[in-house]
């Protein structure tokens, strides 16, 4: 009987639909699922509804929409010092799953090896299957979630192809520093490796803490493939609109693949982001950003806190991670469960990031990209949650 590929049968129904999907039945408040509930900003809005109505409505060049590709190369410039030509080194894409995808088909050869670090976005691993590789799962350690720098060089092999980093990360809140930054280089550069790396919360840090790309370390600018998003940064995850930032050589690559999976995406989405990007240069969107943020994850911390729960630090993304075993629940799987259909409140048992879930840490990750009184209509229902026994 013909089938589904063997290639995809691992893959199932991702845990956010699966607990996005539990949380309704049970009218659960969700702080599952990462995205924002609260409304987009007015002037991307504006600039959408202007794209549509002045017809910008038919397809645009693969690259992505020429005045989009400048203004995001001027901002990565403008950051981090680093010239990036947006004719030959810049990709728009539809998101950066869509990039991730392209990435990974554009560089891997079957059989080669690909480092991700776990707890691993759960796109990473499919992505490395579906380009016929094979991930090679390094740990990262609560509560600094660092790796073990041994662990790391014997990941490294003949066959490895690419890391795949994330930084800010989801679903820890780390944000790599610069030596870790400048360790994991120093072993790419010697194995002669490339860094795809995902920085689709780059404008979300917090208490100071610098978002450093990884093509900004010495020698990494011709190794690595930049992905971002505008998804994140101006609140609207289902615009679906991301971009790649590699040298001309894998951005070659990135788009001979890109024109035959989405070819381009979607235009007016695009034409907003160019006209966003300009205006948030000098409307102080950026700083407000980071200090809403700031306040969202403040005011979660000392609802988990409330509640019993001890929240890890997070110094950028939008998560927040407890540790789940002091309620005497087997495991997070157990106790996410219980939360969302006998207290009322979703969120995601990050064992599920692994490849062996036997191996995690047992925590579950709170979403607060929520507006406050999403927030607080948790801390009522979270007044129900007590120890099992
Ligand atoms: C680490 C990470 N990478 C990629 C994505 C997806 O980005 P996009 O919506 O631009 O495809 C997400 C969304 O949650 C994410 O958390």
């Known amino acids: 009987m013909s089938g589904p590929a063997r290639r995809i049968r691992s893959f199932g129904t991702s845990i956010f639909t699966e607990i996005t999907a539990l949380a309704a039945a049970h009218d659960a408040v969700n702080l599952g699922q990462g995205f924002p509930d609260f409304a987009a900003p007015s002037f991307i809005k504006e600039a959408a509804m202007r794209a549509i109505r002045e017809d910008y409505n038919q397809y645009a060049p693969a690259p992505g929409v020429p005045r989009l590709r400048a203004a995001l190369a001027a901002r990565w410039e403008r950051l981090h010092g680093v010239a990036v030509d947006a004719d030959t080194e ?6 950066a799953t869509e990039l991730l ?10 059989g080669d090896e690909v480092i991700v670090f776990e707890p691993t976005y759960d796109a990473y691993v499919p992505d490395i299957i579906m380009a016929s590789g094979v991930a090679r799962p390094v740990a990262l350690r609560p509560p600094d979630w660092r790796w073990d720098p041994a662990e790391l060089r014997a990941a490294f092999g003949p066959r490895t192809r690419a890391v795949i980093l994330n930084t800010p990360h989801n679903p820890t809140g780390k944000v790599f520093a610069r030596a870790e930054l400048a360790e994991l280089a120093a072993l790419c550069n010697q194995h002669d490796t490339l860094v795809i790396t995902d920085e689709v919360y780059s404008e979300i840090t917090f208490d100071g803490a610098a978002h450093i790309p990884m093509a900004t370390l010495p020698g990494m600018r011709d190794r690595t493939i930049t992905i971002d998003s505008m998804g ?4 609207v995850t289902g615009w679906k609109v991301g971009w790649s930032i590699a040298p001309e050589r894998l951005t070659r690559a990135i788009r001979a693949v890109h024109q035959f999976v989405t070819f381009t995406s979607s235009v007016p989405f695009q034409e907003a982001l160019a006209e966003g990007l300009t205006l948030a240069e000098t409307n102080g969107y950026y700083a407000e950003l980071r200090a809403a943020y700031t306040a969202r994850r403040d005011r979660l911390t000392a609802v988990l806190r409330g509640a019993g729960l001890a929240p890890m630090r997070a110094q950028g993304a939008y998560f927040l991670l407890t540790d789940t075993t002091a309620f005497g629940f087997p495991d997070d799987v157990a106790f996410c469960r219980h939360l969302c259909t006998e207290v009322g409140v979703a969120a995601i048992p990050t064992s599920v990031f692994y490849a062996d879930p036997k191996t995690a840490p047992p925590l579950a990750r709170f979403c607060f990209a929520k507006r406050d009184e999403t927030i607080d209509a948790a801390a009522t229902r979270l007044r129900k949650l007590r120890p099992l026994h």
Not at 90 to 95: D, K, P
């Open 90 to 95: 810049l990709t728009v894409a539809s998101g």
């Open 232 to 235: 994140k940064t101006f609140s």
């Open 101 to 110: 995808h392209d990435a990974l088909l554009a560089v891997v050869e079957p």
